[in-house]
T-cell receptor, first 114, second 112 residues
């Protein structure tokens, strides 16, 4: 069966520090991968979307970047965190191809920038 | 905007009552999906309805889709306290590169 792992679950980082959040998927190959951010009590904002290794689309200009060094690994990074980067970050994957593709989510990372 | 928008933003009902949440969108879609999120957790897929379908059922869930009005509704019948969560509609627009975009959600509280 397929599983998605996202870590860490919580993170407190000072302003100006770097960030690296990792997400890995098991049990499937060549998935679509997503990074979302969710502000408190709000909906999900799509940050990055990837259809393959080194194929990443950025949905919004921001202080963050994403990389996909391996087929089932998706990394969210920042060189210098801002206070506004605080939020709940969710990684997700979906099966490539077809139109009936649900997304499977990790448990999220609560990031607090102080 | 491609994303759907849920209405109401918050809904509070008594256990046993039905809960109805609505989603409106602006683009053409391939399908529309509903997800549930417990507080501080990841999202869980509930149900998907294709653009050529009008209604779909799954247990106590009933989803309708009206592509002419660009709207969908999620009905939870005989609600339970455990249904308390945020509910989001999500869509993949026709012709787009398979991005799944979400609305801002409805916070449902079911009171015991």
């Amino acid at each position: 069966s397929q599983t998605i792992h996202q870590w860490p679950a919580t993170l407190v980082q000072p302003v100006g520090s770097p960030l690296s959040l990792e997400c890995t998927v098991e049990g499937t190959s060549n998935p679509n991968l997503y990074w979302y951010r969710q502000a408190a009590g709000r909906g999900l904002q799509l940050l990055f979307y990837s259809i393959g290794i080194d194929q990443i689309s950025s949905e919004v200009p921001q202080n963050l970047s994403a990389s996909r060094p391996q087929d089932r690994q998706f990394i969210l990074s920042s060189k210098k965190l801002l206070l506004s980067d605080s939020g709940f970050y969710l990684c997700a994957w979906s099966v490539k191809g077809g139109i009936s593709t649900e997304a499977f989510f990790g448990q999220g990372t609560r990031l607090t920038v102080v | 905007s491609q994303q759907g928008e849920e209405d109401p933003q918050a809904l509070s009902i008594q256990e046993g009552e039905n809960a109805t949440m609505n989603c409106s969108y602006k683009t053409s879609i391939n399908n529309l999906q509903w997800y549930r999120q417990n507080s501080g957790r990841g999202l869980v897929h509930l149900i998907l309805i294709r653009s050529n379908e009008r209604e779909k059922h799954s247990g106590r869930l009933r989803v309708t889709l009206d592509t002419s009005k660009k709207s969908s509704s999620l009905l939870i019948t005989a609600s339970r306290a455990a249904d308390t969560a945020s509910y989001f509609c999500a869509l993949i627009s026709s012709g787009s590169a398979r991005q799944l975009t979400f609305g801002s959600g409805t916070q449902l509280t079911v009171l015991p």
